[in-house]
């Protein structure tokens, strides 16, 4: 198994671990944001995913954005989600992998991001005007229908996005409404959003889950039943919920009433499996009992790159592995910054990951600098951590007094890829007089860290795996650097009054190059000064799909679109 992940990062026990709202944003902007970094291979048939064909990790990776185009339909597909059986299906809860690969397919949102792109595009939003800095008003598409036959209306919109300001509900988006005033209908087709203060950032937010849309009637009715297994949930996507089998299975049906022609389903049903054992979906995979998979575990990619029963694909990612201090030494900035300086990022990169990615600089990767890049990437560039320094770093430690408290690595119990790190850390951390020791966590005690509900006692340090939902680098460090409840990874009360400052600045400007500008700022004191967090790596987004079937996209924004309704029949 690999890291497990939690809501905005994954369910404990699967493969990663991840912020428990999601990350990315943009405004105004959301239909004119330049696609920036875009990799090659969009629409390419190839699947060839290695120059050298080799199965090594030092040969190079080749990115690709989607696999071929289908050219017939298929009766029915089984599909497995790596990070296991959601917890609900509703989408104010959907904030990790399982439940979003899910309802991507189930719920139509405000705006999606397109896979291929990676760019925001309209779906139940046509038009957003914005008549001054604290108004945006919605147009919302006529003509959709829920799959029991009801018209959408404003009123379904203003009831879903207003659930996420219920504090009762715990929605794991709360933090990107944090500046939102009111959500009215003013129009049977008309939603209007009052903000605090400008923020750019929430309007980016409606194309990933924080925009989904369910019948405000159905959710009334259920209470607190809606998106269990019993009685599912009431969108209008291209996909209808048929059933979910607690421990077995989750089926959905396609929508045969969609108002979107351009993504009417190939395939009539997915069926959705939760094996989160890598070897036995590895094995399913291989005989066919498993017809494909996102988030491909990293032990599992020499198999499935030399099979000739399927196809594996690497995309670009906006996901990241960082280290998340909670507690005792790591609570000093000068120890954290220390460790980050000696750890061989590139070890882990190629040796725990197969090569499917790259040593990491910040919390915030490349992939995600969907403006004013070159000023992005240049100040990344200059983040500590892309060589090693054990003479600083130990100049450092005397700094900080020498302690000899040992650093405790709480690691997820039988998580191969997570031991394997904490190894090349704990050797690290030797070199530079660090004393590390590896204690094996039960998936509820690592679960509740990546959800932000605790942190077990004399656990210093955990692997974190989170992700941006939206291009915008604004989006993830107010879960580091706000103190908790809403900044839940936020454990060692980091606080910067400059960085905060700058951060709220930002998320207030539309001028990019000055949005930029003051994140850099910002980054340069979290991230360079501070090291509220460690950063690891910078990870590839890993697919596998089996002959008979194409269309899907590979890179790491799938979830923020219906992707399912892309596949169908590769012959």
């Not at 991001?113 to 046509?126: F, G, R, S």
């Not at 960082?322 to 900035?333: D, I």
Request: glycine share 8%.
């Amino acid at each position: 198994m690999a890291t497990a992940k939690s809501p905005r990062g994954a369910s404990a026990g699967s493969q990663k671990t991840g912020p428990q709202v999601r990350w990315q944003w943009r405004l105004t902007v959301l239909l004119t944001l330049l696609t920036v970094g875009l990799v090659a291979g969009c629409g390419s048939s190839s699947h060839s995913t290695r120059t050298g064909g080799s199965s090594s990790s030092s040969s190079s990776i080749r990115l690709v954005s989607t696999t071929p185009t289908p050219t017939g339909t298929l009766s029915s597909i089984t599909w497995d989600l790596p990070y296991g059986e959601p917890l609900s299906l509703d989408y104010i809860k959907a904030d990790y992998y399982s439940p979003q690969t899910i309802d991507a397919n189930l719920c139509d949102q405000l705006y999606w991001t397109n896979p291929v792109t990676q760019t925001p595009e309209p779906d139940l939003a046509t038009s957003m005007s914005h008549p001054n800095p604290l108004t945006l008003i919605y147009t919302i598409r006529q003509g959709v229908h829920f799959w029991d036959g009801h018209l959408l209306t404003a009123t379904d919109v203003a009831y879903s996005l207003n659930r996420n300001l219920n504090p009762k509900l715990g929605s794991g988006q709360a933090l990107f409404y944090r500046n939102v005033k009111s959500i009215t209908a003013t129009g049977p087709f008309q939603v209007t959003v009052k903000l605090i203060r400008p923020d750019i950032v929430f309007p980016e937010e409606l194309a990933s889950n924080s925009g989904f849309v369910a019948e405000a009637a159905f959710m009334k009715k259920e209470g607190s039943a809606f998106g269990n297994p019993k009685v599912g949930i009431m969108c209008s996507g291209p996909y209808e919920f048929e059933s979910w089998t607690p421990g077995n299975q989750i089926v959905i049906k396609a929508n045969p009433n969609y108002w979107n022609k351009a993504l009417e389903p190939k395939v009539q049903t997915v069926k959705f499996d939760f094996i989160t054992s890598t070897s036995a979906l590895t094995a399913g995979l291989l005989s066919g009992g498993i017809d494909g998979t996102y988030e491909v575990p990293q032990s599992s990619i020499p198999e499935l790159e030399s099979t000739s029963v399927g196809h594996l694909y690497f995309g670009a990612s906006s996901q990241v592995d960082v280290m998340l201090p909670l507690a005792g030494p790591m609570a000093n900035p000068l120890i954290r910054k220390a460790l980050s300086l000696v750890i061989d990022r590139a070890a882990i990169a190629k040796t725990v990951f197969g090569g499917a990615a790259q040593p990491g600089l910040s919390l915030v990767p490349p992939d995600v600098f969907a403006y004013d890049a070159s000023s992005f990437q240049a100040a990344y560039n200059k983040l500590p951590g892309a060589s090693s320094d054990v003479a600083e770093a130990k100049a450092l430690i005397r700094q900080a007094g020498s302690p000899k408290t040992p650093i405790t690595f709480g690691y997820l119990a039988g998580d191969q890829q997570q031991l394997e790190t904490g190894t090349i850390l704990q050797s690290n951390a030797d070199a530079a007089g660090l004393t590390m020791t590896l204690k094996p966590l039960t998936s509820a005690q690592y679960g509740n860290i990546t959800t932000g509900v605790s942190s077990p006692p004399g656990i210093d340090l955990a692997i974190y795996a989170g992700y941006n939902l939206v291009r915008e680098p604004l989006e993830e460090p107010p879960y580091f650097i706000t103190p908790r409840p809403l900044g839940y990874t936020n454990y060692i009360g980091y606080s910067n009054r400059t960085v905060t400052n700058d951060l709220n600045l930002a998320t207030e400007t539309q001028n990019t190059q000055k949005r930029a500008q003051l994140y850099i700022a910002a980054q340069a004191i979290y991230q360079g000064q501070d090291t509220a967090v460690i950063p690891l790596v910078n990870l590839n987004e890993v697919s596998f799909g089996n002959s008979k079937l194409t269309g899907f996209p590979t890179q790491f924004a799938y979830f923020e679109y219906p992707w399912a309704a892309m596949l169908g029949a590769a012959h």
